[in-house]
C-alpha cells in the first residue's frame, strides 16, 4: 500500500460502537488513519474536508429510519469524487444490501461486524479509489488517445464503456474482458494497452 496514510472516515451514532471498531482497527493496521462522525452533517463536513479514500457508515443514521442511509451514500456522491462506501446495519434483510449497492455502495456488511474482514474491504477501497483518482488525475491524455483510437461517446452505454476503458489505462491491474465473438472484445484490448502507459510495449492478441 502507499506509504502516505489513507484517510477512513466512519460514521454512526453509536459513539461506543465507533469507538471499540476503530480501535480494533488501528492495531490491526497503521497504513490509514480512523476518523470519525456521529451525524450526517459531521460526515459530510468532515468528508469535504479530508476526502477520504472510504467512507464506513451505518445504515440507520436515523433511528427507525433505514433510508437515511441511503439519502446519506447519495449526498456523499454529490460531494465527492473517487472513494468506496462500505454500509453495515444490524438489518440483514437482503432488500437493504441491493438498494446500497444499488445506490452505489461497495459492500454491505451484517453487525456484528467480523473486523478482520472489514479490514480488507477497507484496504481493498483505498487501492481503488486511489487508482480511479490517478486515473482521473490523467484523464484528459487516456481521454485523448482513446479518442485518436476512434471510439466516441455516441451513447450512454458507450460513455459507461469509455470510462471503464480509461480507468482500466490507468491500472497495472489485469483486466477481464467477456462478451460473444463479434461484439469488439480484442478493440476494446487494443484500446486499453495503447491509452495506458505500456503503449511502447508490443500488444500480443
Known amino acids: 500500500m502507499d506509504t502516505e496514510k489513507a484517510n477512513v472516515l ?3 451514532d453509536d459513539q461506543s460502537f465507533l469507538r471499540q471498531l476503530t480501535r480494533s482497527l488501528e492495531r490491526r493496521s497503521s497504513d490509514f488513519e480512523c476518523n470519525v462522525a456521529i451525524c450526517e452533517a459531521e460526515a459530510l463536513e468532515i468528508a469535504q474536508r479530508i476526502q477520504p479514500e472510504v467512507l464506513v457508515l451505518d445504515l440507520w ?15 456523499l456522491f454529490l460531494h465527492l469524487e473517487c ?19 444499488s445506490a452505489g455502495a461497495a459492500s454491505f456488511l451484517c453487525k456484528p461486524i467480523d473486523h478482520a474482514h472489514l479490514l480488507a474491504l477497507i ?9 480511479m483518482r490517478t486515473q482521473k488525475a490523467n484523464s484528459n491524455q487516456t ?8 471510439l466516441t461517446k455516441r451513447s450512454e452505454k458507450m460513455k459507461k464503456v469509455l470510462d471503464q476503458v480509461a480507468f482500466s489505462a490507468a491500472t497495472p491491474q489485469p483486466v477481464l474482458l467477456c462478451g460473444e465473438t463479434g461484439v469488439g472484445k480484442g478493440f476494446i484490448a487494443q484500446t486499453v494497452h495503447r491509452a495506458s502507459k505500456r503503449c511502447d510495449g508490443p500488444f500480443v492478441r
Open 10 to 12: 466512519f460514521v454512526d
Open 123 to 131: 484496504e481493498d477501497g483505498i487501492n481503488v479509489s486511489r487508482l
Open 143 to 150: 481521454v485523448a488517445a482513446i479518442a485518436a483510437l476512434g
Open 83 to 101: 472513494n468506496t462506501i462500505l454500509v453495515h446495519t444490524g438489518n440483514s434483510e437482503e432488500e437493504w444490501g441491493i438498494r446500497c449497492i
Open 61 to 75: 443514521q436515523e433511528s427507525g429510519v433505514p433510508e437515511s442511509g441511503l439519502r446519506l451514500i447519495e449526498k
